[in-house]
């Protein structure tokens, strides 16, 4: 007879592999931020757990040459750019196919702040501020 595991999960000794993201919440009297200010998360989807600081500024995609590349059939080649814009930090979706979602609302271009949440595709990133 096959082995058939129970559903849901017998909780094991096995530590927890998920993580925790803990974001700070948004502060509306701060001053503009610095170009470096910035970074994203990816909290969920294929590259949890991966961050990148936002400089001058960042394209995503599904592209090899994007600089946050995010390598799934429901991300344009060139998808959304981020960029720090008078030290506010923006998102522009450059005409993808699935759109550019922000907080859940379709969007082509978006003012962020820290603890905003971006969808691109099936990956789920989040504004945080760099250290």
Not at 24 to 48: C, F, K, N, T
């Amino acid at each position: 007879m096959p082995f058939v595991e129970s559903f849901p999960p017998r909780p094991s000794d096995e530590p927890d592999p998920t993580e925790t993201i803990e974001v700070p919440s948004a502060d509306g009297d701060r001053e503009p931020a610095a170009a470096a200010a910035y970074a994203l998360i990816v909290a969920s989807g294929p590259r949890r757990g991966l961050h990148w600081a936002i400089g001058e500024g960042l394209q995503a995609g599904r592209s090899p040459d994007a600089d946050i590349f995010l390598d799934d059939v429901t991300v344009s080649r060139h998808h959304a750019e981020f960029g720090v814009e008078g030290g506010v930090l923006v998102v522009r979706d450059l005409g993808s196919t699935n759109g550019t979602y922000v907080n859940g609302v379709r969007s082509d271009e978006s003012v962020l702040d820290v603890g905003d949440q971006v969808i691109i595709g099936r990956f789920h990133l989040i504004v945080a501020a760099d250290s």
